[in-house]
């Protein structure tokens, strides 16, 4: 049994503008892309003060919020929403299907990208690769189903979001 698109729950991901600036777009992407995430949404914008004020909200009031939104605003960023791709040990899951990807996606992401301090991230995560400082962090990712639905649609308009079956093979041969 196929999973529909609106089975599997979507995360947003954001390199932001010194991931683009320092040639992390491939390396990151990569990452997604080889533990079979499939991408469903990608474009490089430069948002504005107001705009990262509004992705940031709950945020305000914090004394790094107005330093946050400069970075965010201070050139392009490569927006993505990468769901994960149905798997065959999926399809024979008799949980329900759309809580079960849901929680890999959003987690595992987190998981994937490390703690918000690059110094306390793991080596193997994103931050913990690639980056030292937390006001130069990289990489965003949605923190959980809620933020991932407001933040999806704050970026992406719902015809940017694409819907694919990946068939590898079709494309070699
Ligand atoms: P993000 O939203 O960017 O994925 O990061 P996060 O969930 O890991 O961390 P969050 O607490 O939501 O903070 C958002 C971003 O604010 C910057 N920050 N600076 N100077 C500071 O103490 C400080 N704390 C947080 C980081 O860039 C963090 O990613």
Redesign the pocket.
Known sequence: QELSAAELERTFIAI?PDGVQRGLISDIIARFEKKGYKLVAIKLVHPTKDFAEKH?D??KG?P?FN??TD?LSSGPVVAMVPPPPPSQSMSNHTADPQVWEGQGVIKYGRKF?G???PLASEPGTIRGDFAIS????I???S?GPETAKDEIALWFKPEEILSYKKETDKWLY
Request: glycine fraction near 14%.
């Open positions: 932001k940031y709950d945020l914090r790094f330093g946050l970075f990208i703690a918000t301090a937390v006001g130069r962090n990489i965003h990712g923190d």
